[in-house]
């Protein structure tokens, strides 16, 4: 009994795998593929200034966004500017007519002083495929 549980299991993660796999493909096809391009709005500014922060703050930034064309689109790779900040995409595809967001966190320890800062997103999109969304921010420095 023991054996054909081990034996299941092994079976449902070969499988899981399997399908992260071939979504995987159909994503890095879609980033290629110009007659799998969409359109996309960004619901937000792709600008923009956060003000003043207490040094040591993660500050949350997040860039709204819908899928206005008529094919899914895949966000391929979100990179930000620097290792200061950390950022977050969706992993499936966004349906036509749909919203997602591009979400990161800026690190503020050891950034006194202005700082701009890009997330640079590659998708699958008419036009270009390549985005730049920018924030700003002011680091006062710790007491």
């Known amino acids: 009994m023991r054996y054909l549980l081990c034996c299941l299991t092994g079976l449902v993660l070969i499988a899981g795998c399997h399908n992260t796999d071939k979504n ?18 960004w619901l937000d500014s792709l600008s923009k200034d956060f003000g003043k922060i207490p040094e040591g703050t993660k500050l949350d930034v997040s860039f709204r966004f819908k899928n206005t064309g008529d094919k899914p689109l895949v966000i391929g790779h979100v990179q930000p500017s620097c290792g200061c900040t950390v950022a977050e995409q969706p992993q499936e595809p966004v349906a036509p007519g749909a919203e997602g967001q591009i979400r990161a966190t800026f690190n503020s320890e050891g950034r006194t002083g202005i700082n701009h800062k890009t997330l640079f997103v590659s998708a699958n999109t008419k036009g270009t495929q390549n985005h730049s969304l920018q924030f700003a921010v002011e680091v006062e420095k710790k007491n």
């Open 24 to 41: 995987t493909a159909a994503n890095a096809a879609a980033l290629s593929d110009s007659t799998q391009f969409t359109t996309i709005q």
